[in-house]
């Protein structure tokens, strides 16, 4: 009699429909400008040139200027405060947003690597995506001189009241011949608004490496 019922259970288990496996995590990772919108961060880094070292803050504000029909976005970036960047001016620059985050152009010089980094910490697909995927990197300025290439890898997703997804950028920044710059940065973008909450990151520029971490100081509502 046991036996007979051992045997119906095992015919009754192999025959039972498989249980399908738990759905993959994934979230809708957009940038979801909004005209007028302020934002305003802190990067701080340590650069060591050649076994000299040297900390930078620059305290900045990103404003959305406009927003396209195509889900692109005019904007300003305005440094605020800057301390150890030497000749650098405080000054504002002003562009447009693709849909990934990226800036249409951007200057190799002056506080354009500031907005290059911020940039490249917000970097967002532009769609759905699950944990575990990765999406490429393809830039290239408008005037078309700088070039970003690389990946992205969604990490990890973060649910309840509020939403954060981690992510992990790989990529070089190339600027004609003798600027090359390899940087590696974990962010943690808010889901909800598609805004960068906060990074880490670092920077390899020949003979100097940098690392750096990004703040987001106030945010609009």
Known sequence: ?????????????????????????????????????????????KLDQGGQETEVKVEFQVTILRVTDSGEAEYEFKIEKLEGM????????????D?????????????????????????????ELEVGKEFKIDWKAASGGAT??????????????KAVADLEHTAVLEDGPTTTVKLAIKSKVDVASGLLSSATGSADVGEMQATFKIERLTASK
């Open 1 to 45: 009699m046991i036996s007979k019922l051992i045997a119906s259970v095992a015919i009754l288990a192999a025959c039972a429909p498989a249980l399908p496996s738990a759905a993959q995590e994934k979230a809708s990772l957009v940038h979801k400008y909004a005209k007028g919108a302020k934002d305003s961060y802190r990067i701080t880094a």
């Open 99 to 127: 849909k990934m985050g990226l800036p249409k152009d951007i200057e190799s010089e002056g506080v354009g690597p500031i907005l290059a980094i911020f940039s490249l910490a917000s970097c967002l697909p532009g769609g």
């Open 86 to 97: 030497g000749d650098a001016e405080q000054t504002t620059l002003t562009g447009r947003f």
């Open 148 to 161: 970003i290439t690389g990946k992205s890898a969604f990490t990890a997703l973060k649910t309840g009241e």
